[in-house]
């Protein structure tokens, strides 16, 4: 006992000592700073993971969406080379989907059904495939597993657009659903009421309009401009074809750009209002041509319908020079509504010249237009008369189609070309679809999924 008191009475001592107090102060503080930085480190690295997780999730909402549509189109198509590139876009589309699922950190039976499901729609699709490459014709029982798939697909991607919505609302973590498993899966997707997943559809195809163009928008950009008529013009003749789209006397002060060699070459103007709003310019330099135009203006009310919406947009159309337009599909959002525009000859659309309006839903004023579609491809054609009659057109299409409108038009293909189409629109179990019949040949040209909502029609 005498011994332990006078360690203690010793180490006392020791304290006392500067030097030893200060080793002591140094090793508790890089103590401290050590499990400090390790936090700090271990935050960091679970927020990595988190972002990681994130990424590869949406990434399998985004494949999943995509082997829906595809499946759709395959439930449409009677031609078997058709139907054989919708199907390998589905096989392809199933497998980027499987690759970045296993990237998720939760072993639940939500998770095992949704990699069964891929891998299967992948498998069957793939020899699906093999068989339209011979020539083969689908069965019934093809065409009924097809539907089955796609109906599941349709669920599939329901589930978890579900959960995406928990996760970006933050109400759950990967690393709780890497905790709870299970449990944790199953109760969070049966939380989700039926209101919050209407948002959501309703904010998935809001998305999906904010990069939208339209059918064939794609094609636009050519290197030819034949829409791109007359001679150059000099900056303060731009200047000046700028400020006419408003009226002098409400413009405040127009700024210069200078000139922006893009696919068309242009001069841009930035112009402030009286009213405190502002729109950006650009007018192409050869001919002087509208290419764009967009109006800062905050709506906050929505009275006038779509049908005065859209007689606005042609009168300024007409304004302008661009006639014999024709409405083909509209996104409304935020009090504005985005019109494009088909160019229309003897009765036939020509898809390939495009125009997009914006029009306030307010009081029908203007705020944007984009020609960058008409300037590349407009042009009058020499629209020959169809080899192909509508009523032979429609013996390739499937028999279980609902035909419910039909016309000619001129489609852009991938190879920069055109081509005289028939286009039937219609229904089958429940999808609305275009398809586009080649008017010379009465071969399938292309097909489009419709999607109605609330805001507009959108195809893919």
Request: charge should be negative.
């Amino acid at each position: 006992m005498e011994k332990i008191k006078s360690k203690l009475i010793d180490w006392k001592n020791r304290l006392k000592d500067r030097h030893m107090l200060s080793i002591i102060v140094v090793l508790f503080s890089t103590i401290v700073i050590l499990g400090i930085y390790t936090y700090k480190k271990q935050i960091e690295f679970r927020q990595a993971s988190e972002n990681s997780y994130n990424m590869a999730f949406y990434e399998v909402v985004d494949y999943v969406q995509n082997v829906e549509v595809y499946l759709a189109k395959s439930l449409i198509t009677n031609s078997p080379a058709s139907s054989a590139e919708s199907l390998t876009n589905v096989w392809r589309e199933a497998n980027l989907a499987l690759s970045y699922l296993a990237q998720l950190p939760i072993d639940s039976h939500e998770l095992e059904n949704t990699s069964k499901f891929l891998n299967q729609v992948s498998d069957y699709s793939y020899s699906l495939y093999t068989k339209n490459l011979k020539d083969n014709e689908l069965t019934e029982e093809d065409m009924k597993n097809l539907k089955d798939l796609h109906e599941y697909s349709v669920e599939l991607e329901n589930t978890l657009n579900q959960l995406s919505a928990d996760i970006n609302d933050g109400r759950i973590s990967w690393g709780e659903l890497t905790k709870e498993g299970t449990i944790a899966f199953a109760q969070q997707v049966s939380n989700i009421s039926q209101d919050s997943f209407d948002n959501l559809e309703q904010t998935f195809h809001e998305y999906s309009g904010l990069i939208y163009d339209g059918a064939f928008s794609e094609h636009i950009t050519k290197v030819e401009k034949v829409g791109l008529t007359g001679e150059n013009i000099n900056e303060e003749t731009a200047k000046n074809k700028a400020t006419e789209l408003f009226g002098n006397n409400n413009i405040k002060e127009v700024n210069s750009y200078g000139k922006s060699e893009g696919d068309i070459t242009s001069y841009d103007f930035g112009i402030s209002f009286n009213d405190e709003t502002s729109a950006t310019v650009s007018i192409s330099e050869k001919g002087g041509h509208i290419i764009y135009m967009d109006k800062n203006r905050e709506v906050t009310a929505e009275t006038i319908s779509q049908e005065e919406a859209d007689k606005k947009a042609k009168e300024f159309l007409e304004s302008k020079g661009f006639k014999n337009m024709k409405e083909t599909y509209y996104l409304k959002q935020s009090g504005i509504v985005i019109i494009n525009y088909a160019y229309q000859q003897d009765n036939v659309i020509i898809y390939p010249d495009l125009i997009k309006v914006k029009v306030a839903l307010d009081n029908g004023e203007v705020l944007g237009i984009e020609t960058t579609g008409y300037l590349n491809s407009h042009q009058e054609r020499k629209i020959q008369e169809p080899k192909v009659t509508t009523e032979k057109a429609k013996e390739s299409l499937n028999k279980d189609l609902t035909i419910e409108s039909e016309e000619l038009t001129i489609i852009p293909t991938e190879w920069k070309t055109e081509v005289l189409c028939w286009e039937f629109e219609g229904n089958i179990e429940g999808l609305d679809f275009i398809v586009y019949v080649n008017a010379e040949t009465g071969k399938e040209e292309d097909i489009l999924i419709v999607t109605n909502t609330p805001n507009g029609t959108l195809t893919h």
